[in-house]
């Protein structure tokens, strides 16, 4: 069976091991299991909810019997006090949480799909998404993206030269690459492929492929870390009008950091 038709026979099995018992009302697929089965591949793993009757949602958390009727667990790590991360013996990997319905409506999700309701929950109404409390992820401000973008630049290769270097990284290579997707959808055209309201990078290669053939030259790593800001550089003035003086300064930065290396 490959491993898409087993996540699914999983997910499938879990609910009928739920049939059982009467506090549970639910379970809500979500990701490449909800929604997005297209997406299913042979790295993809189990994301759930399972909603269940008031005043039980403590004892399908302190107690795994539930779960470990469909196939025992060889690691389990209660991450947030609603739910965990799992691993089954057989090597399938998952992430579940565990709520009371009236819980949903202060909880961030989307891609839902409905994989087994209890027979006495018929009437209960469940959203497929919660997309309301998410942060945006994207902004319509190429300036406050763009500029945020070159200000990282600046400040990181500025640490990267006092040594900071790990700091350095993540400015460079993380935030500045964060403020540019934020806004990579006014800048080049979107393949539409399962963007995530969670965070921009998910499937970039599939979405942007323009912007994702440069990003090995940007993202060359904590010693490459001058070479790989020039790059970013070179890419923001290619699709911006960057501040000249600020850009002056973050090439003299980084040869100055390619030099003394």
Do not use: C
């Not at 990579?184 to 055209?189: N, S």
């Not at 492929?209 to 550089?233: D, H, K, N, V, W």
């Amino acid at each position: 069976m490959q491993t898409k038709d087993k996540l699914l026979f999983r997910l499938n099995e879990i609910g009928a091991a739920l049939e059982n018992r009467e506090d549970a009302l639910l379970l809500l697929g979500l990701g490449s299991v909800g929604a997005e089965t297209d997406r299913l591949d042979e790295f993809s793993d189990l994301d759930f909810f399972l909603l269940v009757a008031p005043g039980s949602k403590e004892r399908f958390i302190r107690r795994l019997d539930w779960l470990e009727e469909t196939h025992p667990l060889s690691y389990s790590f209660l991450n947030t006090a609603d739910g965990y991360k799992i691993l089954f013996q057989d090597g399938i990997y998952g992430e579940f949480a565990v709520f009371e319905a009236p819980e949903l409506k202060d909880i961030s999700y989307a891609g839902g799909r409905v994989v087994w309701r209890n027979a006495s929950a018929a009437d209960l109404v469940v959203p497929l998404a919660n997309t309301g409390r998410i942060p945006p992820s994207r902004s319509e401000s190429a300036d406050h993206a763009l500029n945020e973008a070159l200000t990282n630049l600046y400040v990181g290769l500025g640490r990267y030269m006092r040594g900071e270097k790990l700091s350095a990284f993540r400015f460079v290579q993380v935030f500045a690459i964060d403020s540019i997707l934020r806004v990579l959808h006014l800048l080049e055209p979107e393949v539409d492929y399962f963007p995530d309201p969670f965070g921009n990078e998910r499937r970039v290669e599939k979405r942007f492929p323009r912007f994702a053939e440069q990003l090995p030259e940007m993202t060359q790593g904590y010693i490459q870390l001058p070479e790989s800001a020039l790059r970013i550089l070179d890419y923001l003035e290619s699709v911006y009008p960057a501040n000249r003086p600020l850009s002056d300064a973050i090439r003299h930065l980084a040869r100055q950091a390619i030099a003394g290396r």
